[in-house]
């Protein structure tokens, strides 16, 4: 009986360090999620549920960066960067291929299929591109709350998708 006892609660530390581990789902929700980890989660239930970051960052102001890096080793599966402010999570970056949003977009995939699926926010211009510091552009659809960074790729001889960002929707946005 005791034997039983000590291996349940083995089995159980190690099942909940697989459950810290990794996130419930790959899916990414614009405006919302990725993973299950929903926008305006705390610091303290982020790690409660992926565990410490591997790294913290200063960001501007009073924020700070949770960065989660994908590990050989299954520990983590995935790569994600957060942004907290004031205790609570604002943004989320994605580097790694296996979260998806909706259209089939992900890390690693033509930049064409964001026109694709965002050809109504872009004819409409509920957008903002920029060249950003990395030799690449940034697209954001505030309106969704999604954005992606984009780099050309000579390998591929296309711009690929290189991270993808979620943040809160401003359903009524307009260029100024």
Request: aromatic content about 8%; proline content about 3%.
């Amino acid at each position: 009986m005791r034997k039983l006892a000590i291996l349940t609660v083995i089995l159980s530390f190690l099942l909940s360090s697989v459950i810290l581990a990794n996130l419930p789902t790959k899916d990414i929700v614009p405006g919302k999620s990725v993973g299950g980890l929903k926008l305006g989660t705390s610091s303290k239930v982020i790690k409660k549920m992926m565990g410490e970051p591997d790294k913290i960052e200063k960001g501007e102001g009073n924020q700070k960066y949770f960065v989660y890096n994908y590990n050989k080793d299954k520990k983590r599966e995935y790569g994600l960067m957060l942004t907290i402010e004031n205790d609570k999570l604002i943004t989320i970056f994605v580097f790694d291929k296996n979260f998806v949003a909706p259209g089939g977009l992900k890390v690693g995939a033509s930049a064409m299929k964001i026109q694709e699926k965002y050809k109504d926010q872009i004819d409409k211009k509920y957008y903002i591109m920029q060249k950003n510091d990395l030799g690449g552009s940034d697209i954001i659809f505030p309106r969704i709350g999604i954005g992606f960074m984009v780099k050309s790729d000579a390998k591929a001889g296309d711009d690929l998708i290189t991270n993808i960002m979620i943040l809160e929707a401003i359903p009524d946005w307009t260029q100024k």
